[in-house]
T-cell receptor, first 114, second 114 residues
Framework: ETGVTQSPTHLIKTRGQQVTLRCSSQSGHNTVSWYQQALGQGPQFIFQYYREEENGRGNFPPRFSGLQFPNYSSELNVNALELDDSALYLC?????????????FGPGTRLTVL | AQSVTQLGSHVSVSEGALVLLRCNYSSSVPPYLFWYVQYPNQGLQLLLKYTTGATLVKGINGFEAEFKKSETSFHLTKPSAHMSDAAEYFCAVTPSDDAGKSTFGDGTTLTVKP
């Protein structure tokens, strides 16, 4: 059983650029959540996708957008990058959108915005 | 809305000593509660969770936690610390009526001294 994978591992961008992060969910999982983890803080919920539809969104501006594909992999897009967007971005998949389900996390993508 | 407070950003114990990591939460609806562990350069891994039923929950690696509704707490304990327990620990709450919005605490870094 393949776990959650994310690409790329590291990324360096400059302010104002756009970035796309990718996530492959664990086999059999149809729900993907994205989190932003700033240095020294816990993960902050960005949004969740269930069967290709957005199923909840945290307090992030519209320049953070996402997509889920028919195979349940997912993308996180961030436009007009700001310095404060520098963080570890975590993707987590779960069997379905039920609140009691365990989330399986990928290793994250470290984004640095200069 | 919900929130999580982890008391003590750093906890240091000696090998073989009791581990106690504190978590208090607030939630407007019955919560589901989770503890995750994060090792350096890795994603989060579930230690244990409380959904319904027995309030004392046992997890992996000898950890357990007790849900105390009256105290709005979900503290994590382990009777005897091992060097391999050194990591960062996160408490998380998901409202039972909104699967799409998990809230994490800021984490507690556990150091285990030989």
């Amino acid at each position: 059983e393949t776990g959650v994978t994310q690409s790329p591992t590291h990324l360096i961008k400059t302010r104002g650029q756009q970035v796309t992060l990718r996530c492959s969910s664990q086999s059999g999982h149809n729900t993907v959540s994205w989190y932003q983890q700033a240095l020294g803080q816990g993960p902050q919920f960005i949004f969740q996708y269930y069967r290709e539809e957005e199923n909840g969104r945290g307090n992030f501006p519209p320049r953070f957008s996402g997509l889920q594909f028919p195979n349940y992999s997912s993308e996180l897009n961030v436009n007009a990058l700001e310095l404060d967007d520098s963080a570890l971005y975590l993707c987590a998949s779960s069997r379905d959108r039920a609140a009691y389900n365990e989330q399986f996390f990928g290793p994250g993508t470290r984004l640095t915005v200069l | 809305a919900q929130s999580v407070t982890q008391l003590g950003s750093h906890v240091s114990v000696s090998e073989g000593a009791l581990v106690l990591l504190r978590c208090n939460y607030s939630s407007s609806v019955p919560p589901y509660l989770f503890w995750y562990v994060q090792y350096p350069n890795q994603g989060l891994q579930l230690l244990l969770k409380y959904t319904t039923g027995a309030t004392l929950v046992k997890g992996i690696n000898g950890f357990e936690a007790e849900f105390k509704k009256s105290e709005t707490s979900f503290h994590l304990t382990k009777p005897s610390a091992h060097m391999s327990d050194a990591a960062e620990y996160f408490c998380a709450v998901t409202p039972s009526d909104d699967a799409g919005k998990s809230t994490f605490g800021d984490g507690t870094t556990l150091t285990v001294k030989p």
